[in-house]
Structures are given as structure tokens and as C-alpha cells.
């Protein structure tokens, strides 16, 4: 499998899948939540995530940001 491509395979590919992104109906939106707890569940969410990945502590950065 080769890695490159040229512009004209790549605008080629892009008029193919215009479509079927055209035909993707759009995501009903969710109702109005406050920004702050919204923000909050990302961040639990986020760090959630990360905590499923061991990291030992010689990997951590030596060096501390100061202000």
C-alpha cells in the first residue's frame, strides 16, 4: 500500500464522498445544558479516558512549569 497521493486522486476521492456526506443526516441537537457542567462532564470524560493508560513515572516530563 503506497502513502502518498497526488492532488488529483485526492480531489478524485473528495468528489466521490461528497454524496454520501451530503446524504448523512445532520445530528439532532441536544437541548441546552449549562456551559459549565457541560465543560465539567468533558473533562471527567477526558481524564477517564487517560486513566486507562498505565504511565510510569520515568516517562513523566522532568521538568516543572512556573509561572
Not at 46 to 52: P, Q, R, S
Amino acid at each position: 500500500m503506497r502513502a502518498a497521493y497526488t492532488r488529483r486522486e485526492v480531489g478524485a476521492a473528495l468528489l466521490a464522498a461528497a454524496p454520501a456526506l451530503a446524504a448523512v443526516p445532520p445530528q439532532q441537537e441536544t437541548k441546552a445544558q449549562d456551559p459549565l457542567e457541560e465543560a465539567r462532564r468533558s473533562v471527567r470524560e477526558a481524564a477517564g479516558e487517560l486513566a486507562a493508560f498505565p504511565l510510569e513515572m520515568s516517562k513523566e516530563p522532568s521538568f516543572v512549569f512556573k509561572p
